[in-house]
C-alpha cells in the first residue's frame, strides 16, 4: 500500500490533490462525508449505499429539474449526466406535470391578432384551422417550456400526409386565460383567420412520363411507280417470197 500525502485542493475547491513520494503521480480525492468521517476518527461502512435524493454524477436534483423545465427530455439528461434514465424520472416527474398544465393553461388563452386578443382560444382557433384544411386536430399534441425571461413556450404538433408540423407561441397568463402570440411563421397561418388558405401552399408540379417510349420514325412518301417506256417501234424485217413465188417468178410485192 502507498502512501499518499496531500499537495492542495483543486480548482473547484471540491477535490483534494494528493501525490505519491518518489514518484511523482498525482490523484484526486473528493471530500465527502465518509472521508470528513475518517478524519473525525469514525467508522463508515465502505460499502454504504448511496440516498434515494442522491445522483451519481455532477447534476443535482435541482438542476435536473431546472433543465427539464427548459424544455429537455429526461433522455437528454441522463444521457448527459450519465445516468439510468429510472434515476432522472423520480425529479423529472413533478416538472413534466408542470410543463403539461402550462401547455393546458396556453391552450386556453386568448391569440393576438392584428386588431387585439381573439374572442376565441388558441385551442379554438387553430382546431378550426385543421378541420378547415381537412386534417384531424385530434392528432395534434401539445407542449410547453420555460424560458431564461420567466416566460412559457407553447409548442403545438400536428402530423399532415407523412410530414411532422410545429407551431410555437408565446404564453402571457392574464385575465381571462391571458394571451399568445404566436413565434414563428406556421403559428402566424395557424392563428390567421383566413381558415380556407391551406398551409403552406405548394406550386403544382408538373406530370411527368417516365414511360420509355419507343422512338418515332419519319414516314417518307412512297416513290412513284415509274411511268411505262413506250414500246419501242420493232423495225420491219423483209418479206420472205413463198417458195411457189420463187418458182413462178413472182415478186415479193406482188408484181410480176
Do not use: Y
Not at 27 to 54: C, I, K
Not at 101 to 128: I, K, M, Q
Not at 205 to 219: C, G, K, N, R, S
Amino acid at each position: 500500500m502507498r502512501e499518499l500525502k496531500v499537495v492542495g485542493l483543486d480548482v473547484d475547491r471540491k477535490r483534494i490533490i494528493c501525490e505519491t513520494d518518489g514518484s511523482g503521480e498525482k490523484f484526486l480525492l473528493r471530500s465527502d462525508d465518509r472521508l470528513r468521517a475518517a478524519v473525525r476518527g469514525e467508522q463508515t461502512a465502505a460499502s454504504e449505499p448511496q440516498s434515494d435524493t442522491e445522483v451519481p454524477s455532477m447534476l443535482r436534483p435541482k438542476e435536473i429539474q431546472a433543465k427539464i423545465r427548459a424544455g429537455a427530455s429526461v433522455e437528454q439528461v441522463a444521457s448527459a449526466a450519465g445516468v439510468a434514465i429510472e434515476r432522472v424520472e423520480r425529479f423529472a416527474n413533478p416538472v413534466l406535470l408542470e410543463r403539461a398544465r402550462a401547455a393546458e393553461l396556453a391552450s386556453a388563452a386568448h391569440p393576438v391578432l392584428a386588431d387585439g386578443p381573439s374572442v376565441l382560444t388558441l385551442l379554438e382557433t387553430v382546431t378550426a384551422a385543421l378541420v378547415a384544411r381537412g386534417l384531424d386536430p385530434d392528432a395534434s399534441s401539445w407542449d410547453a417550456w420555460r424560458n431564461e425571461d420567466g416566460r412559457w413556450t407553447v409548442q403545438m404538433g400536428w402530423k399532415a400526409g407523412m410530414s411532422d408540423n410545429v407551431a410555437h407561441f408565446r404564453f402571457t397568463p392574464g385575465a381571462h386565460g391571458g394571451t399568445v402570440t404566436a413565434f414563428d411563421d406556421t403559428a402566424c397561418e395557424l392563428i390567421d383567420p383566413d381558415f380556407a388558405r391551406p398551409l403552406r401552399p405548394l406550386a403544382p408540379v408538373a406530370q411527368l412520363d417516365f414511360e420509355e417510349q419507343e422512338p418515332q420514325l419519319p414516314i417518307e412518301a412512297p416513290e412513284p411507280p415509274p411511268a411505262p417506256k413506250p414500246p419501242r417501234a420493232r423495225k420491219g424485217k423483209p418479206a420472205v417470197p413463198a417458195w411457189e413465188d420463187v418458182l413462178l417468178g413472182v415478186r415479193s410485192g406482188g408484181q410480176r
